[in-house]
């Protein structure tokens, strides 16, 4: 997938101007005001185009320990190397010097379960989506993906989506700079059988109104569920999503119940390998992790109600788990002031707990944990909301970044560019007040985000 959306870029042209249509795109610094230069430890091949990134700290995303006092040095998209704060270049001058020294830096975090064309609003009367035109479904989509990189998420994980083609198409135009927001992978529809958890047939809407759209992943039989998987591959998902077992935000069966059988998901999985594909799967129900994890998945959602032998059994097939730990508490506060169904309501509760108890099991037995929070269940700017639950269950709060930036990156075949503030990737960097180490809430307030080298958001000015 493309890694350079550069969506517009001013820095080259008005390094000391606020910059027209950005969030507060300011210039903190110029070159050679911060900087005493030091003869013995000049860099010789400084362009007037790069650009240095002052960081009081730094939290690269693989290393154990944060660092003090080091510059980030970014040429066009790209990391050039991280050095020692006081280094000053020789030669050309960077064309801006950003000083963060109040600040931790820290990789463009990545978020591996959203759905742009859901709002947790819509929970409330799921007939809104048999009332959103196409366009206004994209307009959807392409708002709440910007709102998602302007908290810091440079990359998503889209699992699964009633508008796949709204997804695809807002993929693709914020990958050729035409719209802004994070960098997408998409698992197209949800490959869901008939009346399941990623079937979008509601008592509110009238049979003729559920959109074709909304229908694409829908299947049977393992014959069925391989079409639907082709189809899926050949319409652009870059990886597939099966709903194994019931789901919350559904009629369906109970999330604790199977809907797939494992012979249907194997079918997706040997459609998946043909095409050099993953696959994940939704899964509440202990039955349903296993014959996913059995069938072959990469990696499960949810994971909620797992018994303490699947959990074992997914750390020995080296299955990750992305868990939305933090949303059961917006569905039971907000969601229930808001009027969702009670069915909703009721599974939200039968599921939040069981599924934080998992959770610190999974981690304890050593299990992959991937940073998912299942934002349109969650709204789309609360993506930095999880920390906090994941470290009070019991997670290191390194580990916690880690599973938002490396491990994630790692998961999604992205290792070798995004994840990391290392020389050689992608420049997708941002910054907090503070120490996340020790408040991870300042992770909810994202000050500076770079996504590709390309200054999305400043910092003010004191
Ligand atoms: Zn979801």
């Known amino acids: 997938m493309p890694l350079h959306p550069r969506i517009m870029s001013c820095y080259y042209q008005q390094p000391f101007a606020r910059?027209?249509?950005?969030?507060?795109?300011?210039?903190?610094?110029?070159?050679?005001?911060?900087?005493?230069?030091?003869?013995?430890?000049?860099?010789?091949?400084v362009l007037p185009s790069d650009v240095i990134v002052q960081c009081g700290?730094?939290?690269?995303?693989?290393?154990?320990?944060?660092?003090?006092?080091?510059?980030?040095?970014?040429?066009?998209?790209?990391?050039?190397?991280?050095?020692?704060?006081?280094?000053?270049?020789?030669?050309?001058?960077?064309?801006?010097?950003y000083d963060l020294s109040d600040f931790t830096c820290l990789p463009g975090l990545i978020n591996t379960h959203v759905h742009f064309d859901s709002n947790p609003e819509d929970s409330v009367d799921y007939s809104i989506y048999a009332r959103r035109t196409p366009d206004e479904t994209l307009q959807l989509v392409l708002e709440n993906a910007k709102t998602t990189l302007l908290t810091g998420f440079t990359t998503v994980r889209h699992v699964g989506a009633w508008f796949p083609d709204a997804v695809y198409q807002a993929r693709n135009?914020?990958?050729?700079?035409?719209?802004?927001?994070?960098?997408?992978?998409?698992?197209?529809?949800?490959?869901?059988?008939?009346?399941?958890?990623?079937?979008?047939?509601?008592?509110?809407?009238?049979?003729?109104?559920?959109?074709?759209?909304?229908?694409?992943?829908?299947?049977?039989?393992?014959?069925?569920?391989?079409?639907?998987?082709?189809?899926?591959?050949?319409?652009?998902?870059?990886?597939?999503?099966?709903?194994?077992?019931?789901?919350?935000f559904s009629v369906g069966a109970a999330p604790g119940a199977p809907e797939m059988t494992r012979a249907d998901i194997e079918a997706v999985v040997a459609v998946a390998r043909q095409h050099g594909k993953k696959v994940t799967a939704h899964v509440h129900s202990d039955q349903s992790?296993?014959?996913?994890?059995?069938?072959?998945?990469?990696?499960?959602?949810h994971a909620s109600l797992l018994k303490d032998m699947t959990i074992e059994l997914a750390a020995a097939q080296e299955v990750a788990f992305s868990m939305d730990i933090y949303n059961g508490t917006y569905?039971?506060?907000?969601?229930?002031?808001?009027g969702y169904p009670d069915i909703f309501l009721q599974r939200n509760t039968y599921t939040t707990?069981?599924?934080?108890?998992?959770?610190?099991?999974?981690?304890?037995?050593?299990?992959?944990?991937?940073?998912?929070t299942d934002a349109g269940v969650l709204p789309h700017h609360m993506g930095g909301w999880q920390f906090t639950t994941m470290i009070d269950r019991g997670m290191r709060p390194m580990d916690a970044i880690r599973s938002a930036t490396s491990v994630a990156a790692n998961h999604m075949g992205?290792?070798?560019?995004?994840?990391?503030?290392?020389?050689?990737?992608?420049?997708?960097?941002?910054?907090?007040?503070?120490?996340?180490?020790?408040?991870?809430?300042?992770?909810?307030?994202?000050?500076?985000?770079?996504?590709?080298?390309?200054?999305?958001?400043?910092?003010?000015?004191?």
């Open 173 to 248: 135009l914020i990958a050729s700079g035409k719209a802004q927001g994070p960098r997408i992978q998409t698992a197209g529809p949800y490959l869901t059988i008939p009346g399941g958890g990623g079937d979008l047939t509601f008592p509110e809407i009238s049979g003729e109104d559920i959109p074709a759209e909304s229908q694409q992943g829908i299947a049977s039989t393992p014959e069925e569920f391989a079409a639907s998987a082709e189809a899926a591959i050949a319409a652009g998902a870059d990886f597939l999503k099966v709903i194994a077992s019931g789901a919350v």
């Open 414 to 462: 992205l290792g070798g560019d995004i994840g990391a503030v290392v020389s050689g990737r992608v420049a997708d960097l941002i910054a907090v007040r503070g120490n996340p180490l020790e408040d991870s809430k300042t992770l909810r307030n994202v000050a500076m985000i770079m996504q590709a080298g390309v200054v999305v958001k400043m910092p003010v000015a004191d």
């Open 331 to 338: 569905t039971d506060t907000i969601g229930r002031e808001q």
């Open 57 to 97: 700290k730094l939290i690269d995303g693989v290393s154990d320990e944060p660092v003090i006092n080091k510059s980030v040095h970014v040429r066009g998209d790209r990391i050039l190397r991280v050095i020692d704060r006081g280094i000053a270049p020789l030669g050309a001058e960077p064309k801006l010097i």
């Open 353 to 372: 707990e069981a599924q934080r108890v998992v959770f610190k099991k999974a981690y304890q037995r050593g299990v992959t944990l991937l940073y998912g």
């Open 19 to 45: 910059c027209a249509g950005l969030t507060a795109c300011i210039v903190l610094t110029a070159f050679g005001h911060a900087l005493p230069p030091k003869a013995e430890q000049h860099i010789n091949d």
């Open 289 to 301: 992790g296993r014959d996913a994890i059995l069938a072959g998945v990469d990696s499960l959602e």
